[in-house]
């Protein structure tokens, strides 16, 4: 079996537990973020503090990581299983799923590239006023400017979806293959490290990410996204830390 078809079939099985998992509030998130949901958003994080929360095994440039780590435009994060970490470098927010390695690369203290060489990660990103930020997996480079993704990286394979807002996607193994995606609401695409039929980027279903999230760290860097993902009850006054 072709690795689309084996795709499509853990896709499937993901996004059906998923949905029944998740009915309420993301169940992808981590405990505290649950938490803070059930009650209402969060707000910004508080200036010299750059993470969340933090479940697990995590660690930043080799160190193992706590709650008062500081993660910076040129850092290099890893989770073990069952590990987590939201966190915020500059007007970008982050939710680094388990088994997952990401390198930030930074011209001064902004982000301008990340490389996610394995694993799962969702991110929202300030506007850039020149260059886009690029992010870059096993087999596709995206290029970015303000919005929110969600990548997973893995070794034949990657899942990018552009959850809202515009990105230039292209195959890392025929450059000239590439695409221009403007979304409004969860636009995902597959790209191969081998062509199928003569292809290498492919429509992609919508998983193992939630607008909940999304909500979520676009509030700890002071936005919202463009549609509203929360329930009426989730409204009120920010909470402060």
């Known amino acids: 079996m072709d690795n689309r078809r084996q795709f499509l079939r853990r896709s499937l099985q993901v996004s059906l537990f998923t949905l029944v998992a998740s009915s309420g509030v993301g169940s992808l998130l981590g405990a505290r973020a649950q938490a803070q ?23 930043i440039d080799g160190v193992r990581a706590n709650l008062n780590s500081q993660v910076t435009a040129d850092s290099h994060l890893r989770t073990g299983s069952n590990s987590l970490i939201i966190f915020v470098v500059g007007r970008d927010a982050y939710i ?12 001064g203290a902004l982000a301008t590239g990340l490389r996610l060489l394995t694993g799962k990660v969702l991110s929202v990103f300030g506007q850039r006023s020149d260059e886009s930020l690029t992010l870059s997996t096993s087999t596709a480079t995206i290029g ?18 552009t959850c809202y807002g515009t990105t230039e996607l292209s195959a890392n193994a ?9 979304a409004t609401y969860h636009d995902a695409r597959i790209v191969l490290a081998k062509p199928e039929n ?10 193992n990410h939630t607008d909940e999230e999304l909500s979520l760290i676009e ?9 509203n993902a929360m329930r009426q009850d989730y409204q009120g006054p920010q909470r402060r830390y």
Request: contains cysteine.
């Open 219 to 227: 509030a700890l860097v002071g936005r919202k996204t463009p549609f």
């Open 198 to 207: 003569g292809r290498l980027i492919l429509p992609g279903p919508f998983i």
């Open 174 to 182: 025929r450059p000239s293959e590439r695409e221009r995606i403007q």
């Open 96 to 107: 680094l799923r388990e088994q997952s390695e990401l390198q930030l690369r930074s011209e």
């Open 37 to 59: 949901l059930l009650g209402q958003l969060p707000g910004e994080l508080p200036p010299g503090r750059s993470i969340y929360e933090l479940q697990g095994e995590v660690w």
């Open 144 to 161: 970015i400017r303000g919005t929110g993704v969600y990548a997973e990286s893995h070794a034949d394979y990657s899942y990018l979806c």
